[in-house]
T-cell receptor, first 119, second 116 residues
Framework: AQKITQTQPGMFVQEKEAVTLDCTYDTSDPSYGLFWYKQPSSGEMIFLIYQGSYDQQNATEGRYSLNFQKARKSANLVISASQLGDSAMYFCAMRERTRVYNQGGKLIFGQGTELSVKP | DAGVIQSPRHEVTEMGQEVTLRCKPISGHNSLFWYRQTMMRGLELLIYFNNNVPIDDSGMPEDRFSAKMPNASFSTLKIQPSEPRDSAVYFC??????????????FGPGTRLTVL
């Protein structure tokens, strides 16, 4: 069965410093996508970054980068130069190819990591 | 461009009442998902549709829950009768099937349901 594990329930980081949020996954499918979403206290789910299983390079989006280690089945999110507005819950998610080609597929979420940025 | 639209944003109802949640996906998206978020179970898929057809409803808790997608721009999730354990935030998300597992899903703002 597919599974996403986030082992850090809560993290603290000083403003302007970098922080790494851990994510490991388990799947037997060679084709999958890995996503990170941010959920601020207002409740909406904001897409941050994704990594495809066949991508050779680590994904980057502004201050967000994904440290993808396929052999270790990890997809850690790195936030550089933390800002107070980065305080939120962060969810790692995986989406698998379905049995029927291009059927898309559901997201499987980890339990989340609550990040607090200290001034 | 409008994002995924959900209504109502908040719903408070009494046990036994029927509740209907509504979702309008992003125009052009042909895959729609209903997720539920609770403290105990986190975020979990209830059901999803591709081209208005239900593909996976294995997450629907029981017969009290039903979902429909009569056309490409509208979906409903109905709970009848509602119970206190149904209290949660219900998210609708949409994406385009093309691209397989690599397309991000765009989430609506959610409906916070409280069943008393």
């Amino acid at each position: 069965a597919q599974k996403i594990t986030q082992t850090q329930p809560g993290m603290f980081v000083q403003e302007k410093e970098a922080v790494t949020l851990d994510c490991t996954y388990d799947t037997s499918d060679p084709s999958y996508g890995l996503f990170w979403y941010k959920q601020p206290s207002s409740g909406e789910m904001i897409f941050l970054i994704y990594q495809g299983s066949y991508d050779q390079q680590n994904a980057t989006e502004g201050r967000y980068s994904l440290n993808f280690q396929k052999a270790r089945k990890s997809a850690n999110l790195v936030i550089s130069a933390s800002q107070l507005g980065d305080s939120a819950m962060y969810f790692c998610a995986m989406r698998e190819r379905t049995r029927v080609y291009n059927q898309g597929g559901k997201l499987i979420f980890g339990q989340g990591t609550e990040l607090s940025v200290k001034p | 461009d409008a994002g995924v639209i959900q209504s109502p944003r908040h719903e408070v109802t009494e046990m036994g009442q029927e509740v209907t949640l509504r979702c309008k996906p992003i125009s052009g998206h042909n895959s729609l998902f209903w997720y539920r978020q609770t403290m105990m179970r986190g975020l979990e898929l209830l059901i999803y549709f591709n081209n208005n057809v239900p593909i996976d409803d294995s997450g629907m808790p029981e017969d009290r829950f039903s979902a429909k997608m009569p056309n490409a721009s509208f979906s409903t999730l109905k709970i009848q009768p509602s119970e206190p354990r149904d209290s949660a935030v219900y998210f609708c998300a949409s994406t385009h099937i093309a691209g397989g597992p690599y397309n991000e899903q765009f989430f609506g703002p959610g409906t916070r349901l409280t069943v008393l």
